[in-house]
């Protein structure tokens, strides 16, 4: 059974930085285009980033040159390196595939930028 679990979030301040990580249970996830998504409670759940079984990456406008997403195929896991954070950034982030499997969310992380 297909499994995501988030780590690494929490409490930072404006400027700062956090890396996130996502392990994914499922062979399967190793040819998958994977995602970073987040969520704050006034907002749908947004994509942030996408990465592609041979890496090639994608960013929403707003995280360009701020954030990147990566991947260890051999231990299915995605990583997003989120740098110069800002207090808009806070949210739960999820990943996921790409598009969204909606039977496997994950509980996501809570990352929450103090100004």
């Known amino acids: 059974q297909a499994q995501l679990a988030e780590s690494g979030g929490g409490l930072v301040q404006a400027g700062g930085s956090l890396r996130l990580s996502c392990a994914a249970s499922?062979?399967?996830?190793?040819?998958?285009?994977m995602g970073w998504y987040r969520q704050t409670p006034e907002n749908q759940r947004e994509l942030v980033a996408t990465?592609?079984?041979?890496?090639?990456?994608n960013y929403t406008d707003s995280v360009k040159g701020r954030f990147a997403i990566s991947r260890d195929t051999d231990k299915n896991l995605v990583y997003l390196q989120m740098n110069s954070l800002k207090p808009k950034d806070t949210a739960v982030y999820y990943c996921?595939?790409?598009?969204?499997?909606?039977?496997?969310w994950g509980q996501g992380t809570q990352v929450t930028v103090s100004s």
């Open positions: 990465i592609t079984r041979d890496h090639t990456t």
């Open positions: 499922g062979t399967f996830f190793s040819i998958r285009t």
């Open positions: 996921n595939t790409f598009p969204p499997m909606q039977n496997i």
